[in-house]
């Protein structure tokens, strides 16, 4: 039996959508895989995220924060691979993948992986081979493990496409600056506690201007 298509919320005013990762595993990424049902106006539809630079990508305007901060959703027909070219750049993996697994925490039924934003600082144009600057734009990846036992006995619907994918492309808020020190606080050697931008997308500081330095 094919799966109902949810109903469409009554958001109040100034909602902000925000889901954690099983909530959207569960009530957005298995409803459109299993039956292509989906919530208009939540998670977006036909929209190639590899189509346009990230920061030209069309993300609601209550998801844009004065602090740099930015998200968005977007459906997908199929998983990117470990390149996917883009304007101006190269989204590219990192990491291990997460997975998340059911109530009983028995076998895995879905999967997230991570991408990050490079652009192209001498060759490596088009996702080849080159010098790459990571940028602070993300990428999670959500997909259905879609052999798992969870889904064996599923009865997917008309429309079902069981390698459906979730993206969030995401941009963290910008680091505030260090508070002003003092020469006490400088001769006893303290850090601050803050992280510099650089630090927030993955490189330390002083390797990130090392880069710089040989990239320019």
């Known amino acids: 039996m094919a799966m109902a298509p949810p109903p469409v919320p009554n958001l109040p005013l100034g909602y902000v959508f925000r889901p954690k990762a099983r909530e959207l595993i569960q009530h957005y990424l298995a409803p459109k895989a299993l039956g292509g049902y989906f919530t208009p106006g939540l998670v977006a539809e036909g929209v190639d995220v590899f189509s346009a630079a990230p920061d030209a990508l069309p993300f609601s305007r209550g998801h844009r924060r004065e602090n740099g901060e930015v998200w968005g959703y977007f459906f997908a027909a199929h998983p990117a691979g470990e390149r996917a070219p883009a304007p101006g750049g190269c989204w590219i993996t990192y990491g291990p993948e997460k997975a998340y697994r059911g109530g009983t925490g028995g076998e895995a039924v879905a999967f997230r992986r991570n991408l990050a934003y490079y652009v192209a600082w001498r060759g490596g144009e088009g996702g080849g081979d080159g010098v790459w600057a990571r940028t602070p734009w993300l990428m999670a990846e959500y997909r259905l493990n879609k052999g ?38 400088e001769s006893a050697g303290s850090s601050s506690r803050y992280r510099s931008a650089d630090e927030e997308a993955g490189y330390p500081g002083e390797e990130q201007a090392r880069k710089r330095a040989r990239w320019v």
């Open 148 to 185: 798992g036992a969870a889904f064996r006995c599923a009865r997917p619907g008309p429309e079902a496409n069981m390698d459906c994918v979730v993206r969030k492309v995401f941009m963290k808020p910008a680091v505030p600056p260090p508070p002003a020190r003092s020469s006490d606080d």
